[in-house]
Nanobody, 121 residues
Framework: VQLQASGGGLVQAGGSLRLSCVAS????????MGWFRQAPGKEREFVAA????????RYADSVKGRFTMSEDNAKNRVYLQMNSLKPEDTAVYYC???????????????WGQGTLVTVSS
């Protein structure tokens, strides 16, 4: 499975961005798509996940109510709509695919390149 993320950029605090990730290859093997992020000097952390088959979602507490993950199965795409952005959301965001479990927060199998999100105060 190959993953390509896009949509990052610079935004002011309180603003919005939408990230996109397109999957190719053996996408039929995917259970879950996820978004993770890594801020400078910090470990990578889980942000959100969506079940490829039924659209169920899971979010980190830090983004609940502000971020929404969605999917377009026909296009093999997932999106992360990020609203009410805060400076602490600044990070490189990665999309990932899990072929083993539904809505896990770790141990993903495939990773895309990151896309940088910078939120200015």
């Amino acid at each position: 499975v190959q993953l390509q993320a896009s949509g990052g950029g610079l935004v002011q605090a309180g603003g919005s961005l939408r990230l996109s990730c397109v999957a190719s290859g053996r996408t039929f093997s995917v259970y879950t798509m996820g978004w993770f992020r890594q801020a400078p000097g910090k470990e990578r952390e889980f942000v959100a996940a969506i079940s490829w088959s039924d659209g169920g979602t899971r979010y980190a507490d830090s983004v609940k109510g502000r971020f929404t993950m969605s999917e377009d199965n026909a296009k093999n795409r997932v999106y992360l709509q990020m609203n009410s952005l805060k400076p602490e959301d600044t990070a490189v965001y990665y999309c990932a695919a899990d072929v083993k479990a539904r809505l896990a927060e770790y141990d993903y199998d495939y990773w895309g390149q990151g896309t940088l999100v910078t939120v200015s105060s």
